[in-house]
């Protein structure tokens, strides 16, 4: 875990020397808030974008705030979902027989996020992005959790969000990771815009025990989501 220390400090470095030295750069706070069924997303985020073209790139420090109950969390590691590891693991089915899935009833998570926008301009008014958590860590409770299939006489385990969250690919993840695809609209001579779009959520907890096949990692996979939000654009970046 050192060198995603070390990585979120250089890219918190790079991104802060791109922006005081780039002309066009600026920043935007923002907020947003998401819900389906049984589960709510929310994030506040500040954006530090490195150019003001018509492709924009940003990087931002995201605050995820998660809340969902009655959800089944299943195992998350690659290496047990689809037999190999890296990004192969994408295009290889699910081993059905090596999937555990466990019960929750609540849980609420807040993740602070080292996120990635990509972003393209219509105008000066209309844009479309997408943006994806990086790495970064995630708070949370110990909770009790029902595995569906009974190890013994162990019908109830105690778990926790896991605490690292780092973006490989696809079931290689590891942690809380949250993604969105969007659109922006901004009105002409305002720094306040408007957002809406969907997002996608990766929400993991680990057990206190290992369970079946000494797997003790599982994870949640939101549907997509909808979501709106409204932004500020300032001159005076966070980082």
Do not use: C
């Not at 081993?95 to 899935?101: F, H």
């Not at 993740?111 to 393209?120: G, I, P």
């Not at 000066?124 to 959790?145: E, K, Q």
């Amino acid at each position: 875990m050192d060198k995603i220390g070390l990585l979120l400090i250089g890219l918190l470095a790079s991104s802060s020397t791109i922006a005081q030295t780039g002309a066009d750069s600026y920043s935007a706070w923002e907020a947003t808030v998401g819900a389906h069924k049984s589960h709510v997303l929310a994030t506040v985020s500040n954006v530090n974008y490195v150019n003001d073209t018509k492709f924009k790139v940003g990087v931002a420090l995201r605050l995820n705030t998660f809340i969902a109950k009655n959800k089944t969390f299943v195992t998350a590691p690659a290496i047990l979902t689809s037999g190999v590891k890296g990004p192969q693991a994408m295009f290889r089915p699910d081993i059905l027989e090596n999937i555990d899935t466990l019960y929750v009833p609540n849980i609420t998570t807040h993740s602070l996020n080292l996120a990635v926008f990509l972003e393209y301009s219509f105008s000066n008014n209309v844009a479309v992005g997408f943006d994806i958590d990086v790495l970064g860590i995630t708070l949370g409770d110990h909770f009790l959790v029902t595995p569906k299939e009974p190890l013994g006489d162990l019908k109830t385990v105690q778990a926790k969000p896991t605490r690292f969250n780092l973006l490989l690919v696809s079931d290689n993840d590891i942690g809380t990771l949250n993604s969105e695809l969007y659109g922006r609209f901004r009105p002409d001579n305002s720094q306040f815009y408007g957002k809406a779009g969907v997002s996608f959520y990766f929400s993991e907890l680990k057990t206190v025990r290992k369970l079946w096949l000494d797997n003790d990692r599982f994870r949640y996979k939101t549907p997509l989501t909808p979501l709106v939000g409204l932004g500020y654009i300032t001159d005076k970046p966070l980082f």
